[in-house]
């Protein structure tokens, strides 16, 4: 069995990464060799710190390509052994609808193989449950929560109107996804931004702000589900400053 070993260097917020693997060895039934290959640049970022393991978003293409051709959505030690200990790895092709799914999904199919000896077939087809009872849950969710908004103007924050048939107000509509995470007291929401872009404003350029946006419903950010994982933490960043500094009265 082979454990590969891992070194990081951190330059925020890339984080570069050597792999060292034997070639050709993932399990034990292969013939072990010397030569060594070196693989550079896997991880993009560390993400956040969930249940004691840290989620790291790695390149996804390049670990198909270097490492393991069938990696896909992310992983865990107990199913990788190329996934160091005490990581879950997520694939940066996913988009942020997906992150929180993978991520559960990751950790729950950890825990069943680590503690309860479950096969990874079994482990896996849990977590999948796992997934739909939050997908059920997130769908019940954006709709109550459309429900419950009052009309909102199709406009920007300078009275800006892209879409001139509309009128002064609109219901929201199709267009909440999940509720991501609360963060200085703001909703972050996950959105539908292709129906965003073709029912409301054809310019809303993959994420927003109430204060920016007036579609937007108050102390909200929404996030483009199209956005990739990788991209995620960097847009609420820069939606939350951005807010600050509008309501600040600054440019």
């Known amino acids: 069995m082979i454990f590969p070993t891992v070194c990081r260097r951190c330059y925020s917020p890339i984080i570069l990464i050597f792999i060292l693997i034997p070639s050709l060895v993932f399990t034990n039934i292969y013939p072990q060799t010397k030569k060594i290959k070196e693989i550079r640049g896997v991880y993009r970022l560390i993400n956040e710190i969930k249940d004691g393991y840290e989620i790291c978003i790695v390149d996804g ?21 190329f996934n160091p200990k005490h990581e879950i790895w997520i694939d940066n092709s996913i988009s942020v ?26 482990a896996h087809d849990s977590s999948l449950s796992l997934e739909r009872i ?25 009275k800006t109107k892209e879409i001139p048939e509309l009128g002064d107000s609109i219901k929201l509509t199709g267009i909440y996804l999940q509720l991501y995470a609360v963060r200085q007291g703001i909703s972050i929401w996950i959105v539908n931004g292709s129906n965003v872009r073709r029912d409301i404003y054809p310019d809303f350029g993959l994420s927003g702000n109430d204060l920016a946006y007036y579609f937007i419903p108050n102390n909200e950010i929404w996030i483009d589900a199209q956005i990739s994982c990788e991209e995620t933490e960097f847009s609420i960043l820069c939606e939350l400053n951005e807010r600050k500094y509008m309501a600040s009265g600054e440019d």
């Open 61 to 81: 293409p390049l670990v198909r390509l270097k490492i393991y051709s069938e990696f896909l959505y992310g992983g865990n030690e107990q199913r990788y052994l």
């Open 97 to 122: 609808e997906e992150y929180r799914y993978t991520v559960a999904h990751e950790l729950n199919e950890r825990q069943l193989m680590a503690t309860l000896g479950y096969t990874y077939s079994a």
């Open 134 to 158: 939050m997908r059920l849950s997130d769908l019940k969710s954006a709709n109550n929560h459309e429900v419950e908004l009052p009309k909102v103007a199709p406009c920007d924050c300078d």
